[in-house]
C-alpha cells in the first residue's frame, strides 16, 4: 500500500496482515503488542468480520487512540459510542462497529491479543 500519508504508510519492522480489507500492522512490546488497524470506509464488523469468527458480536477489546477518521460501535445491550480522531479509545468486549465516513479510520492499540480486557481491568463483556 504505497502512499504519502504516513498514518497509511507501511509500517517499519512490524508484521502485516490483511484480514477482510482491514490492514494491521503488529509490533512486539513486552508481553503485548502494538498495532495499527486501518478500517476502510465501508468496514462494518457485523457484515465484514462476523462470518468469519462466529460470534454474534466482536470479543475483542480494543484499547488505544483513534488518529485519523471516526467509528461508531454498538454494544448488545443497544448502548452506542462514536469516537472521531484524536480520541482515547476504549471498547468493552461485546459490540459491532463501523467506519462512519468517508475516510479510512486508523487506530493505534495496545492489544494482549485474547487477553487485552483482563488486562486492562474491562469486563469480559460489556454490561451496566
Known amino acids: 500500500m504505497a502512499t ?3 498514518l497509511l504508510a507501511p509500517v517499519r519492522g512490524a ?8 490492514q494491521i500492522d503488529i509490533t512486539p512490546a513486552g508481553t503485548g503488542r502494538v498495532r495499527r488497524v486501518v478500517y476502510q470506509p465501508g468496514f462494518r464488523w457485523s457484515t465484514h468480520m462476523k462470518p468469519q469468527v ?4 466482536c470479543m475483542h477489546a480494543h ?14 445491550d443497544g448502548c452506542r459510542l462514536r469516537f472521531v480522531a484524536p480520541q482515547a479509545v476504549a471498547i468493552e468486549p461485546g459490540h459491532d462497529g463501523w467506519v462512519v465516513g468517508d475516510a479510512p479510520a486508523v487506530m493505534i492499540e495496545v492489544d494482549f491479543e485474547g487477553n487485552t480486557a ?6 469480559a463483556i460489556h454490561g451496566h
Open 4 to 6: 504519502n500519508d504516513p
Open 15 to 22: 508484521e502485516h496482515r490483511d484480514l477482510n480489507g482491514v
Open 54 to 57: 462466529n460470534t454474534d458480536l
Open 63 to 76: 484499547v488505544g487512540f483513534i488518529v485519523s477518521g471516526e467509528i461508531q460501535i454498538e454494544y448488545g
Open 118 to 123: 483482563t488486562q486492562f481491568g474491562m469486563p
